[in-house]
C-alpha cells in the first residue's frame, strides 16, 4: 500500500498543527490535557502516515522497535516518581541525540550504497551528527548528576575551556574532510569528538544549575531533530525541531533570569561548591546570631494568622514532604486561615518542579502563585514558611551589591510578619552564601527534616483547641 | 528556490511559531511542557522508519535503524504518558 508524495506532506501538515496546538494548550491547566491529546493525534498521524508511504519496504523492525520501545516507555512512565522528573527527562533527552546519530549515520550508509551523496547532504549530516551526539552524552551526564550517579558537584580542571575549543576545532576539521570525501573515518571521528565535548560541556556545571542544563538539553533535543529533517529534507521533523529547540531555549532564558546569571557563565560552569558537612547545628546558630525556634512556638503564630504563605525548595523535594504540606493546608483551611504557595522559577531541579510536586499532593493550582503574582502579598501575610529554600529568599539579593546573587530576583518573605524556615541545619544553600533572612528580628528557624516538621506543625495544630 | 532552501524557510517560520506559543506556556506548567517537547521530539521516529524500511537497506543499517525506532518509542511513549500523568494531577479547587 502507498500513499501519493501529496497525501503524506499533508498528514505531515496537520501532525505539525496538531503538536502546536498540543503545545499551545499548556497555556492553562484546564486545556493542557486537551493539548497532549492534540499531541498525541499528531504523533499517531505522522507514524502511520510514514508507514503506509511507499518508501518502506520492510516492517519486521520498526515494529519490533515499537512494540519494545513502547513497552519501556510506558512502564517508565507508571512507575517514575514526581520528584525524579528531572532525571527521567534528561534520560529521554539523551536517547533523541543517540537517535538522531543513529539516524544521521543510517542515512550515511544508505545514501552512500546508492551513490546518492552530496555537499549539502554531507555538511546537514555532519550538524546532526554534531547536535545529536553532544546532546546524547551531555544529557547522560546531566543524568548521571541529577540521579546521584555522579557528584553533583563542578567539576573543572585547569584548560579546560582550551580542551573544548581544541576538540571543536578538530571537529570542525574533520566536517570539513567528511565534506570533501564523504568517507567513513571522519565522520567516525567526528562522532566520537562530539560525544566527548558532549561530556567536557556539562560536568562543569553544578548541580544547582540543573534547571537551566536540562531546559538547555531540551533544546538541543530540538535542534537534533531539526537537523534530521534537513537531512532528510522532512518538513515535520524541521518545524517539531524548531519548536522544541525554542522551547528549551525560552526556558534557559527564564531560568536565567531567574537567577540573574548570563547563559554564558552557567555554560562556562563552576558555580556551586559541594555542600559542606555536619556542623553542630544549635550551638553554631547561637554563636551567629539566629534564633532557633520549636514547633510549638510556630504552631502558635500559624493558628494566630489570617494567612500564611508557604515557600517551597528543592529542600521539600528531597525530604518528599509535600503530602505533610497538603495536610497541614487542610487543618489550617478548616480554621479559616488563608494558605498560598509562593514559587520561584528556579525552585526545584527543573522549570516548575515545585508545582507538579504540590499538585501531586492534590493542592489546587488556584492556591500556588508565580513570584510575581506573590511578592506583593508577603506584606499582608502573618506568616511565611519557608520549606526547604534558602538562596530565593535571601534579601542580600536586593541589598548587598557585593554578594555573588546580587540582583536576582527574590521571594520577598522577610516582609512578612513573622517568617519560619524549616531548615536541617545552617549549612548555606547552592550559591554557598549566608542568608540575610535568617538574621533579621521577624524570622525563626526551625531545626529539622522537612517532611517531619511538617507533620509535627499538623498534629500540633490538630490536637489544640 | 532549492530544497534546502524550502527547508530553511519553514525552519525559519516555525522558529517564530515556536517563539510565540511557548512565551504564552503558564509557568506552572514548565514541567510538563518539558514532558510533552520530549514526547514530541520523539518525532525523530520517522527519520529512524525511514532508514530502516527503504529499499535496498543493508543488515547493519536495519540494526541501527531499529535501535533509532526503540530509543524514539520509549520517547514518545514514555513523554505522553508522563505528561497525561502530571497533568492529570493539575486539580481546581474542589
Excluded at chain 1, 69 to 84: K, P
Excluded at chain 1, 122 to 145: R, Y
Excluded at chain 1, 210 to 227: D, E, I, K, Q, T
Excluded at chain 2, 38 to 43: L, Q
Amino acid at each position: 500500500m502507498s500513499l501519493g508524495t501529496d497525501v503524506l506532506a499533508l498528514a505531515y501538515l496537520v501532525s505539525a498543527a496538531l503538536f502546536i496546538l498540543g503545545l499551545k494548550g499548556l497555556t492553562h491547566p484546564s486545556s493542557a490535557r486537551r493539548g497532549n491529546s492534540f499531541a498525541i493525534s499528531g504523533m499517531v498521524i505522522a507514524v502511520v502516515a510514514t508507514l503506509l508511504d511507499g518508501g518502506i519496504h520492510s516492517y519486521g523492525f520498526i515494529i519490533a522497535g515499537i512494540i519494545i520501545g513502547g513497552t519501556i516507555g510506558t512502564v517508565i512512565a507508571m512507575r517514575i516518581e514526581m520528584t525524579a522528573m528531572p532525571q527521567l527527562v534528561a534520560l529521554l533527552h539523551s536517547f533523541v541525540g543517540l537517535a538522531a546519530v543513529l539516524v544521521a549515520i543510517g542515512t550515511w550508509l544508505n545514501r552512500d550504497a546508492a551513490g546518492l551523496l552530496n555537499p549539502t547532504l554531507a555538511a546537514e549530516l555532519a550538524v546532526g551528527t554534531f547536535i545529536g551526539a553532544v546532546t546524547f552524552t551531555g544529557s547522560l551526564v546531566a543524568f548521571g548528576k541529577l540521579q546521584g550517579l555522579v557528584s553533583g558537584a563542578p567539576l573543572s580542571f585547569s584548560g579546560q575551556h582550551l580542551l573544548n575549543l581544541l576538540l571543536g576545532i578538530a571537529m570542525v576539521g574533520c566536517a570539513i574532510w567528511f565534506w570533501s570525501d564523504y568517507s567513513a573515518t571522519p565522520l567516525l571521528l567526528m562522532t566520537a569528538i562530539a560525544l566527548l565535548l558532549g561530556i567536557l560541556l556539562i560536568i562543569p556545571i553544578g548541580g544547582a544549575d540543573m534547571p537551566v542544563v536540562v531546559s538547555m538539553l531540551n533544546s538541543y533535543s530540538g535542534w537534533a531533530a531539526a537537523a534530521t529533517g534537513f537531512t532528510l529534507q522532512n518538513n515535520l521533523l524541521i518545524i517539531t525541531g524548531a519548536l522544541v529547540g525554542f522551547s528549551g531555549a525560552i526556558l534557559s532564558f527564564i531560568m536565567c533570569r531567574a537567577m540573574n546569571r548570563s547563559f554564558f557563565s552557567v555554560i562556562l560552569g563552576g558555580f556551586g561548591a559541594e555542600e559542606s558537612g555536619d556542623e553542630s547545628i544549635s550551638a553554631a546558630a547561637a554563636e551567629r546570631g539566629v534564633k532557633a525556634a520549636a514547633v510549638e512556638d510556630a504552631a502558635f503564630f500559624i493558628e494566630n494568622a489570617s494567612k500564611i504563605i508557604v515557600i517551597p525548595g528543592y529542600g521539600m523535594a528531597v525530604a518528599q514532604a509535600q503530602h505533610a504540606l497538603k495536610e497541614l493546608m487542610g487543618v489550617l483551611e478548616d480554621k479559616g486561615i488563608t494558605v498560598v504557595f509562593a514559587i520561584h522559577p528556579v525552585a526545584g531541579r527543573m522549570p516548575g518542579h515545585m508545582n507538579v510536586l504540590l499538585a501531586e499532593s492534590d493542592i489546587p493550582y488556584e492556591n500556588v502563585k508565580e513570584m510575581e503574582e506573590v511578592n506583593p502579598e508577603f506584606s499582608t501575610a502573618d506568616v511565611a514558611l519557608v520549606v526547604g529554600a534558602n538562596d530565593i529568599t535571601n534579601p542580600a539579593a536586593k541589598s548587598d551589591s557585593s554578594s555573588p546573587i546580587y540582583g536576582m530576583p527574590i521571594l520577598e518573605v522577610s516582609k512578612a510578619a513573622h517568617v519560619f524556615v524549616i531548615k536541617r541545619s545552617l549549612k548555606p544553600g547552592y550559591s554557598g552564601i549566608d542568608n540575610l533572612l535568617y538574621y533579621q528580628d521577624n524570622c525563626s528557624l526551625i531545626f529539622g527534616d522537612a517532611k517531619e516538621m511538617c507533620e509535627a506543625l499538623f498534629t500540633e495544630l490538630k490536637g489544640g483547641h | 528556490m532549492s530544497e534546502t532552501l524550502v527547508a530553511l524557510y519553514i525552519f525559519a517560520l516555525a522558529c517564530f511559531i515556536g517563539y510565540q506559543v511557548i512565551w504564552g506556556v503558564t509557568p506552572s506548567l514548565h514541567t510538563p511542557l518539558i514532558a510533552l517537547t520530549n514526547a514530541i521530539s520523539g518525532i525523530i521516529i520517522v527519520g529512524a522508519i525511514l532508514v530502516t524500511g527503504s529499499e535496498n537497506t543493508s543488515a547493519t543499517t536495519q540494526w541501527i535503524g531499529f535501535i533509532a525506532v526503540t530509543l524514539a518509542s520509549i520517547n514518545i511513549f514514555g513523554g505522553y504518558f508522563v505528561t497525561h500523568r502530571m497533568l492529570s494531577m493539575f486539580r481546581k479547587k474542589k
